[in-house]
């Protein structure tokens, strides 16, 4: 999914960056779901820069590097 149709489609503030979103809505959404149920899932952010990041891995440096696409894979929990 584009950045910024995900932005758009779950009402995300403007002014979230990658790192509130994360924090605020995505890591306490998916620690919910991993108490109430057998499901999960993990998300891995496209930048700009052709690099990418699983939901676990530092935020890549420099600046001007914009996320354009996240993806999610959702699994059951044994």
Known sequence: ??????IE????PKDYNISKI???ILHPVRDELN???EK?????IHYSNG?????NEAKPEGRGIKP??????????P
């Open 1 to 6: 999914m584009s950045f910024d149709k995900f």
């Open 9 to 12: 489609d779950f009402e995300i």
């Open 22 to 24: 994360e924090k605020r």
């Open 35 to 37: 108490k109430l149920s």
């Open 40 to 44: 999960s899932f993990n998300w891995k």
């Open 51 to 55: 690099t990418e990041r699983g939901f």
């Open 68 to 77: 354009v696409k996240i993806t999610f894979v959702f699994y059951s929990i």
